[in-house]
């Protein structure tokens, strides 16, 4: 069973602070800790995995998700994320890392177009979950609504299994974001 990632409204779970207070401490052991904390939880809540941790870069100030997003730093928010990821498996338990790639905004996200150069693509977006996957062995990934030029996230085949797959030896689940 999968949760959304706020488990403490249907359980009687630990309520934690939003994610960009943990990536302000720069503690890494803390962010682990978290998701240790976090993992535990789930098994009386009865969750095998949960719809996040996410970790999206903060592009502007007035995204709708900043809230569940790390920081604007792609190394940080990487690095918090996957200590997170690492966190739950001690406890045999997934997070599915969202949303990949460029989620930007809530509001008409299944209709946006995001258009960058493959060097911002790389050193800021793709840093993110690069990390995730290299340094936090993570296992499974969210994929975004958007589309990266005039192609899907979800199913843009470079993206997928070019960076993700091969270049990067993912071997994990990947899930495309829930249609609301």
Sequence with gaps: QVGNGYMAKD???????????????WNQ???YMFGKSEGNDMGPA????LYSPACNIHRSPYGGRNSGYQSEDPYLSGRVVGNIVRGFGVYG???????FIVNDQDFN?????????EQ????????????????GDNT??????NRLGGIWAGGNEALIQ???????????QIITDMIE
Excluded at 11 to 25: A, F, K, N
Excluded at 140 to 145: L, Q, R, Y
């Design 140 to 145: 499974a990934i969210m994929t975004s609504f």
């Design 46 to 49: 009865g969750k095998d995995a």
């Design 120 to 135: 911002a693509l790389r050193e800021i977006y793709l840093r993110t979950f690069e990390e995730t996957v290299k340094y």
């Design 11 to 25: 359980t009687d779970c630990v309520g934690y602070p939003g994610s960009t207070v943990l990536s302000q401490t």
């Design 162 to 172: 070019g960076v993700l797959r091969y270049e990067w030896g993912f071997k994990g």
């Design 29 to 31: 052991l803390l962010a």
């Design 109 to 117: 996200r299944m209709g946006l177009y995001t258009w960058l150069n």
């Design 93 to 99: 338990k997934i997070g599915f890392v969202k949303h």
